[in-house]
């Protein structure tokens, strides 16, 4: 039997004894098992239970009575399964009906009750057998998948999808009741928000404790979860359900300095960029203020691999620590032999890194030479060359540079050329083919190797462009600097404010737009229609966990494998998961 809340019935009739029979009251108490999640069981604070014996809805005389429960009281004994307790009752011929009430110890109140049909024949055995299970006082639920979770505000779940979640009744010592006769699961959603499809399915007979909570958006509802015993009044629990994305900071904590070390304990400097070798899910980062490159690992150890700290910035070719670079501000990764490119914006140069931590200058010169003139090698010029971006396929670089206003290529020779964007003097917003097209100090760009489009972070035209392979530039979201500000929508409805970078997701073809100023990530369709994903213009904070929040993201590199953003916030590496 599993109990809950009830009373026995006790008749104002009863029934006098007459010419009784010998009847045996068997009671089975299985042991909870070693896992605590063995067969049923009942609660160490449940130590005694009363009898009351009715025949025709009247009660019989001598009833109830109270008969103990632990392997020491009169009557029982103890195996290793089970405690087994006995007692006799002397009761006449007849239909009877046995109400079976348990008491807790803690409190001494009814904690069930279960009424037991038998009937007393004469000349035979007579036994009633009774077989307790755990009382149920509340109802557990664990997400039995990461990076869900229930906490103090209810149960958080990763939108978007569906996730198991574990739900078992529990005695008064918090042990969990399973088994046979357990109670019976069930749930039910309510009050859930506009747009976020979430839903949940009740536990099957084959999987009895196993719910399934399903969404197909981010928003809120209410969990309602009941256990059922197999007697008496159901016993349910209700939580708060957010669905939505998860983010997790991987290394730093926003507190903006400089120090290799694991997770939290290491430091960088206020805006970077990012990139991601899929090879090994390395994060590669260009430290830009501390004037270095750095390695986070997937279990989050930074190290330093070139440059060393900002009080070494400046302009050397060399290994490790004897290199110097001057704010870097954009990061590219070479999967084929996994070396990085580095627009080196402080220098005006287009750097290499091997895995080695070898820096050599392949473009632009140093910071005397910052200007605007197409060449090869060190007779190449550019003005603070910002995002950077590599073509795998052909070996080619796109550079977006932020006071030239344009939209450079750097070939594996070090050619360079200017597909888009004329010179600084000419900063606009115009959409239009290689030197017609304008735009106002591009911080971000982003390849897609499908058809080798460039798109474009137009950071103070509040704008998202893409620039074809033959130069052609049109805006595909945003509308100008004019309409620089926070809102959702389709093409030039959607307004931006200051986005600082871009990256592609080569499985469906969106883009991830880190959203400086509105301290937020926007996704970007092929049809142009723009969402918010992540982070929040009223709170520009850094918080983790479920629609965690953003701070003054600069920079994001996107990992198909596991559809995760890699951010870089401001003083921490960070990922979302959507």
Same mark, same amino acid.
């Given at each position: 039997?599993?109990?809950?809340?009830?009373?026995?019935?006790?008749?104002?009739?009863?029934?006098?004894?007459?010419?009784?029979?010998?009847?045996?009251?068997?009671?089975?108490?299985?042991?909870?098992?070693?896992?605590?999640?063995?067969?049923?069981?009942?609660?160490?604070?449940?130590?005694?239970?009363?009898?009351?014996?009715?025949?025709?809805?009247?009660?019989?005389?001598?009833?109830?009575?109270?008969?103990?429960?632990?392997?020491?009281?009169?009557?029982?004994?103890?195996?290793?399964?089970?405690?087994?307790?006995?007692?006799?009752?002397?009761?006449?011929?007849?239909?009877?009906?046995?109400?079976?009430?348990?008491?807790?110890?803690?409190?001494?109140?009814?904690?069930?009750?279960?009424?037991?049909?038998?009937?007393?024949?004469?000349?035979?055995?007579?036994?009633?057998?009774?077989?307790?299970?755990?009382?149920?006082?509340?109802?557990?639920?664990?997400?039995?998948?990461?990076?869900?979770?229930?906490?103090?505000?209810?149960?958080?779940?990763?939108?978007?999808?569906?996730?198991?979640?574990?739900?078992?009744?529990?005695?008064?010592?918090?042990?969990?009741?399973?088994?046979?006769?357990?109670?019976?699961?069930?749930?039910?959603?309510?009050?859930?928000?506009?747009?976020?499809?979430?839903?949940?399915?009740?536990?099957?007979?084959?999987?009895?404790?196993?719910?399934?909570?399903?969404?197909?958006?981010?928003?809120?509802?209410?969990?309602?979860?009941?256990?059922?015993?197999?007697?008496?009044?159901?016993?349910?629990?209700?939580?708060?359900?957010?669905?939505?994305? +998860?983010?997790?900071?991987?290394?730093?904590?926003?507190?903006?300095?400089?120090?290799?070390?694991?997770?939290?304990?290491?430091?960088?400097?206020?805006?970077?960029?990012?990139?991601?070798?899929?090879?090994?899910?390395?994060?590669?980062?260009?430290?830009?203020?501390?004037?270095?490159?750095?390695?986070?690992?997937?279990?989050?150890?930074?190290?330093?691999?070139?440059?060393?700290?900002?009080?070494?910035?400046?302009?050397?070719?060399?290994?490790?620590?004897?290199?110097?670079?001057?704010?870097?501000?954009?990061?590219?990764?070479?999967?084929?032999?996994?070396?990085?490119?580095?627009?080196?914006?402080?220098?005006?140069?287009?750097?290499?890194?091997?895995?080695?931590?070898?820096?050599?200058?392949?473009?632009?010169?140093?910071?005397?030479?910052?200007?605007?003139?197409?060449?090869?090698?060190?007779?190449?010029?550019?003005?603070?060359?910002?995002?950077?971006?590599?073509?795998?396929?052909?070996?080619?670089?796109?550079?977006?540079?932020?006071?030239?206003?344009?939209?450079?290529?750097?070939?594996?020779?070090?050619?360079?050329?200017?597909?888009?964007?004329?010179?600084?003097?000419?900063?606009?917003?115009?959409?239009?083919?290689?030197?017609?097209?304008?735009?106002?100090?591009?911080?971000?760009?982003?390849?897609?190797?499908?058809?080798?489009?460039? +798109?474009?972070?137009?950071?103070?035209?509040?704008?998202?462009?893409?620039?074809?392979?033959?130069?052609?530039?049109?805006?595909?979201?945003?509308?100008?600097?004019?309409?620089?500000?926070?809102?959702?929508?389709?093409?030039?409805?959607?307004?931006?404010?200051?986005?600082?970078?871009?990256?592609?997701?080569?499985?469906?073809?969106?883009?991830?737009?880190?959203?400086?100023?509105?301290?937020?990530?926007?996704?970007?369709?092929?049809?142009?229609?723009?969402?918010?994903?992540?982070?929040?213009?009223?709170?520009?904070?850094?918080?983790?966990?479920?629609?965690?929040?953003?701070?003054?993201?600069?920079?994001?590199?996107?990992?198909?494998?596991?559809?995760?953003?890699?951010?870089?916030?401001?003083?921490?590496?960070?990922?979302?998961?959507?």
């Amino acid at each position: 039997m599993v109990g809950c809340s009830g009373t026995a019935h006790l008749a104002s009739h009863v029934v006098p004894q007459r010419a009784p029979s010998g009847v045996m009251v068997r009671i089975t108490i299985p042991k909870k098992s070693a896992s605590g999640r063995g067969a049923q069981y009942v609660s160490p604070a449940t130590t005694q239970m009363t009898i009351d014996i009715e025949q025709g809805g009247v009660a019989v005389s001598g009833y109830p009575q109270t008969i103990g429960l632990t392997p020491t009281s009169t009557g029982c004994t103890s195996t290793l399964a089970n405690t087994l307790c006995q007692l006799s009752l002397a009761l006449a011929p007849g239909a009877y009906t046995a109400t079976i009430s348990l008491l807790d110890a803690s409190n001494n109140a009814l904690s069930s009750a279960q009424s037991v049909p038998f009937t007393v024949v004469a000349g035979t055995n007579n036994t009633i057998p009774i077989v307790l299970g755990g009382i149920p006082h509340a109802i557990d639920l664990t997400p039995m998948s990461a990076p869900n979770s229930i906490g103090p505000s209810g149960l958080e779940v990763l939108g978007m999808q569906s996730i198991a979640v574990a739900a078992y009744a529990t005695d008064a010592d918090d042990n969990i009741i399973v088994g046979p006769g357990a109670p019976t699961i069930s749930a039910s959603v309510s009050s859930v928000s506009s747009g976020s499809g979430i839903s949940v399915s009740s536990p099957s007979s084959t999987a009895p404790n196993t719910l399934a909570i399903s969404s197909s958006g981010y928003g809120t509802a209410t969990l309602t979860v009941v256990a059922t015993p197999s007697n008496g009044s159901a016993i349910q629990t209700q939580v708060p359900v957010t669905t939505g994305y +998860y983010v997790t900071t991987i290394a730093g904590s926003g507190t903006t300095g400089f120090a290799d070390g694991t997770g939290s304990a290491a430091m960088f400097r206020t805006y970077d960029a990012i990139a991601y070798d899929s090879a090994n899910g390395d994060l590669y980062v260009a430290d830009t203020y501390n004037c270095s490159i750095r390695q986070v690992t997937t279990a989050g150890v930074v190290t330093t691999i070139a440059g060393a700290n900002p009080a070494s910035c400046g302009f050397v070719d060399g290994t490790g620590s004897a290199a110097k670079f001057n704010g870097p501000e954009g990061i590219a990764y070479d999967s084929a032999n996994g070396d990085l490119y580095i627009a080196d914006s402080g220098n005006c140069a287009i750097r290499q890194v091997t895995t080695a931590g070898v820096v050599t200058t392949i473009a632009g010169a140093h910071p005397a030479s910052c200007g605007f003139v197409d060449g090869t090698g060190s007779a190449a010029k550019f003005g603070y060359p910002y995002g950077i971006a590599y073509d795998s396929a052909n070996g080619n670089l796109y550079v977006a540079e932020l006071t030239n206003s344009a939209i450079r290529q750097v070939t594996t020779g070090g050619v360079v050329t200017t597909i888009a964007g004329a010179n600084p003097a000419t900063p606009g917003f115009a959409d239009g083919t290689g030197s017609a097209a304008k735009f106002y100090e591009p911080r971000g760009i982003a390849y897609d190797s499908t058809d080798g489009d460039l +798109y474009v972070a137009d950071t103070y035209n509040c704008s998202i462009r893409q620039v074809t392979t033959a130069g052609v530039v049109t805006t595909i979201a945003g509308a100008g600097p004019t309409k620089c500000g926070f809102a959702n929508g389709t093409g030039s409805a959607a307004e931006f404010h200051t986005p600082y970078d871009v990256t592609y997701d080569p499985n469906d073809g969106d883009l991830y737009v880190a959203d400086s100023l509105n301290c937020a990530f926007r996704q970007v369709t092929t049809a142009g229609i723009v969402t918010t994903i992540a982070g929040d213009l009223g709170s520009c904070a850094m918080t983790n966990g479920v629609n965690g929040l953003m701070s003054y993201v600069s920079s994001a590199t996107f990992d198909q494998g596991d559809g995760l953003l890699y951010v870089a916030d401001y003083g921490a590496i960070r990922s979302i998961q959507f």
